[in-house]
């Protein structure tokens, strides 16, 4: 089985910083796209940024230019740093990752969620 384990959220101050973190374990062969998204109360689940196994990155408009997405292949983990923090940062936030494992199945795996909340 595969396992997901999101760390780093907190509280933080408008303009702050919050580093997450999120580690990959289990019957994991290799990690394609690793990703986070973010569910603020009320509103749907949406892609903050994704990194693939080479280092390409994508970023919601909304984080550009404050948040960085990397990842760490050898570890299977991968972190969001989050600059300039805004109150509409606000969300409980979410890693998957799209892999394969060695028993030859290919799934994308979810984490638990670590909430990250930013007061004004």
């Known amino acids: 089985q595969v396992q997901l384990v999101e760390s780093g959220g907190g509280l933080v101050q408008a303009g702050g910083s919050l580093r997450l973190s999120c580690a990959a374990s289990?019957?994991?062969?290799?990690?394609?796209?690793m990703g986070w998204y973010r569910q603020a109360p009320g509103k749907q689940r949406e892609l903050v940024a994704t990194?693939?196994?080479?280092?390409?990155?994508d970023y919601a408009d909304s984080v550009k230019g404050r948040f960085t997405i990397s990842r760490d292949n050898a570890k299977n983990t991968v972190y969001l740093q989050m600059n300039s923090l805004k109150p509409e940062d606000t969300a409980l936030y979410y890693c998957?990752?799209?892999?394969?494992?060695?028993?030859?199945?290919?799934?994308?795996?979810w984490g638990q969620g670590t909430q990250v909340t930013v007061s004004s």
């Open positions: 998957n990752a799209d892999l394969s494992t060695w028993l030859g199945s290919v799934a994308i795996y």
């Open positions: 289990g019957n994991i062969f290799s990690i394609s796209v």
């Open positions: 990194i693939t196994s080479g280092g390409g990155t």
